[in-house]
DNA sequence: ACCGTTAAATGGTTAGACCTTTTCCGTTCG
DNA sequence: CGAACGGAAAAGGTCTAACCATTTAACGGT
């Protein structure tokens, strides 16, 4: 963690744009871009960069809040704000998308068809990519859903590190990415569908079609298990789905920035 | 728009889970899942809102300010907070998508990927779906775009018009709206490429192999007129850059809500 | 009746103070 | 000598109060 007191900070320009707060914005941002702060980094204290750029407290808190809302920088209290750690796969807030899918009536219909074409590319770039190492992990958690056909929960844990290793063998991440943001909100219905348990092993059947599809390197088949693994799972859902169920509840608190996830 | 004066909003619990401000975000966006702010509608003024939630106004206006980041409230000095308005199609801001690829080092390659598979996801849809408006619409753009071969700039119009007709015909808002992140994203350079004026005549002729292969309803061909498409615009970008452009510079200042844009 | 001026409404900014949580260091006890 | 406890310092979170800037709309004069 580089602690950065250099001269990096320049007061903001008087004759600014738009609004203060929208010029700190700027200014952070600039300095992610520019790699002055990079990920896992400490911002100084919000007394001490205040100062540094020129404007109060509350303005430059303002400014970190905004970036803490799109899951860039994340502030714990009494330990300090941070540039978010790029550690595992990098993750976008899905918040933004649960909040338009309100405001404009998002079927779930929709939500899981966009899943499926996200899915599908990236099951077909990772049949082109896929490494050895991740292939082993794949066949590793369709073997871990086989083993546990009796326990959902467990199941479904196997299920989700499937997907996402599929996804990081595409090598794309920003397909991953938006993927990650689709599953999010589609998760806690996924929950209830694999509760009951119905065809765990026919997913499991239709997981290992689409691992073997990537093994041979058959883009096209690989889409195509992925797609049929897809539209079976959403069939189970609306089977289950009695009440009319927009799809669209709002569980997470704070900003939503949680663990990825694919069924 | 509805003037909401009732007793809509409750006082935050004081078992409140997480910090204050994260309280008022649950509360605002409770409010808008539940339907009690819609598109368009005005919040009540902050000191007002600020008593009927029961904290205080920099706090409220933490809460106000992160879901303006996410794009769900629009503030604007003198006139008021607004609930934003889902007037056209949806948009999700680009600045997170940005700064994730300035943290991770997101490479144009992989954003040209991203946005090929999701144009192709669309193209698949809208052959199967587009009405014979949205075709039409279509159609007068490839024939802008025929029309403008000596207008660099006025090309580029009909172009981003085009991809936006194909999406709207794809019936899905969501994979819409990513694609227009990822889109907007790699516009500044689209731009730089469409300046040189190299191949308007091959691109108007691919455009059209879109539209003809969603016009006889063959998602196949549309998936696949879309792939050549783009992998021509990308090669065309590639021989253009010279200097080492990390693709990720950024131009827009605050909350980049710009318009929707792809080529 | 129309247009310009003005006043009220409303978000934006600043200042200072205090609270809560985290971190770290020093002391003390085993 | 080391580990656990405790407290002080650090840092973010919240609040009060006031003032500034912009927008809107009402008012009044022409």
Chains 1, 2 share one sequence.
Do not use: C
Request: no cysteine; hydrophobic share 40%; net charge negative.
């Amino acid at each position: 963690m580089t602690d950065l007191n250099h001269d990096i900070f320049k007061t903001i320009d008087p004759d600014r744009r738009g609004t203060t707060s929208e010029e700190v914005i700027s200014q952070l941002r600039e300095m992610i871009h520019r790699g002055d702060l990079r990920p896992g980094d400490r911002l100084p204290p919000e007394r001490d960069l205040a100062k540094m750029l020129g404007v109060s407290r509350p303005t430059l808190r303002a400014g970190i809040r905004s970036l803490a809302a799109v899951g860039v920088l994340q502030s714990r209290q009494g330990a300090g704000t941070f540039v978010v750690k790029a550690d595992g796969p990098p993750s976008l807030d899905s918040s933004p998308l649960r909040l338009m899918a309100s405001l404009h009536g998002f079927t779930s219909a929709e939500m899981f068809e966009a899943r499926q074409a996200l899915e599908m590319a990236v099951a077909g770039l990772a049949a082109e990519r896929a490494t050895s190492d991740q292939m082993a992990t794949m066949s590793e958690e369709v073997a871990g859903m086989f083993a546990s056909l009796d326990d959902p929960e467990q199941f479904l844990v196997h299920d989700v590190r499937f997907h996402q290793a599929v996804a990081a063998a595409s090598g794309n991440r920003i397909l991953t990415s938006l993927m990650n943001m689709v599953a999010t909100i589609l998760f806690d219905t996924r929950i209830k569908t694999v509760k009951r348990a119905t065809d765990l092993k026919e997913s499991a059947e239709m997981h290992r079609h689409v691992y073997r599809a990537i093994r041979e390197h058959d883009p096209e088949a690989a889409r195509h298990a992925m797609s049929a693994h897809l539209s079976k799972a959403q069939k189970a859902w609306e089977a289950e789905a009695d009440e009319p169920d927009d799809s669209t509840s709002d569980n997470s608190n704070g900003n939503g920035n949680g663990a990825a996830l694919a069924p």
